[in-house]
T-cell receptor, first 111, second 115 residues
Framework: QKEVEQNSGPLSVPEGAIASLNCTYS??????FFWYRQYSGKSPELIMS????GDKEDGRFTAQLNKASQYVSLLIRDSQPSDSATYLC???????????FGPGTRLSVLP | SAVISQKPSRDICQRGTSLTIQCQVD?????MFWYRQQPGQSLTLIAT?????????ESGFVIDKFPISRPNLTFSTLTVSNMSPEDSSIYLC????????????FGPGTRLTVL
């Protein structure tokens, strides 16, 4: 069974710190990887996508992908209380035929 | 990016009745999805809806309980039939969009309460 795993948290970090969110996946053939943010009572919104090994930066967010280790992470620099949400990792497996979400990690940024 | 809308945004229904949720995308898409999410829980995929074919249901979900229509490339409906309080949840539709049509974008969700 195709799986995406994340630490359930909650992960608590002080304001201004770096939050590190991790995700592993089971399918070596996966080609595209995504991070979503979901505020309580709202639907998931896309933060970043990443396709190649290495880092991809967008503002305070950096996604990191290591296909050999089947590992993808999201770093949030200068964390703000408004970053407090659940972060979902998603992997498009089976060459686009199977989009699998992880269970999500709840992040709390403390003022 | 495309806009995905859902109707209704919320509803309170009586046990034994049915509710149809509509999902509209402002561009043509091949694949649409329906999810259920209990408060504080992760997303649970109900079914994948491709235009022109029968929906594909995940384990634990059946067509008689959750019939889905996909009449064209911009619209889908999910019906929750013969509802019980256990069906109280948020129902989300999504679609594969983006330059590579490999990214899921979500509608705002429908909050359903069954009394």
């Amino acid at each position: 069974q195709k799986e995406v795993e994340q630490n359930s948290g909650p992960l608590s970090v002080p304001e201004g710190a770096i939050a590190s969110l991790n995700c592993t996946y089971s399918d070596r053939g996966s080609q595209s990887f995504f991070w979503y943010r979901q505020y309580s009572g709202k639907s998931p919104e896309l933060i970043m996508s990443i396709y190649s090994n290495g880092d991809k930066e967008d503002g305070r967010f950096t996604a990191q992908l290591n296909k050999a280790s089947q590992y993808v992470s999201l770093l949030i620099r200068d964390s703000q209380p408004s970053d407090s949400a659940t972060y979902l990792c998603a992997v498009n497996m089976d060459y686009g035929q199977n989009f699998v979400f992880g269970p999500g990690t709840r992040l709390s940024v403390l003022p | 990016s495309a806009v995905i809308s859902q109707k209704p945004s919320r509803d309170i229904c009586q046990r034994g009745t049915s509710l149809t949720i509509q999902c509209q995308v402002d561009s043509q898409v091949t694949m649409m999805f329906w999810y259920r999410q209990q408060p504080g829980q992760s997303l649970t995929l109900i079914a994948t809806a491709n235009q022109g074919s029968e929906a594909t249901y995940e384990s634990g979900f059946v067509i008689d309980k959750f019939p889905i229509s996909r009449p064209n490339l911009t619209f889908s409906t999910l019906t929750v039939s013969n509802m019980s309080p256990e069906d109280s949840s948020i129902y989300l539709c999504s679609a594969l969009l983006g330059d590579l049509a490999d990214t899921q974008y979500f509608g705002p969700g429908t909050r359903l309460t069954v009394l």
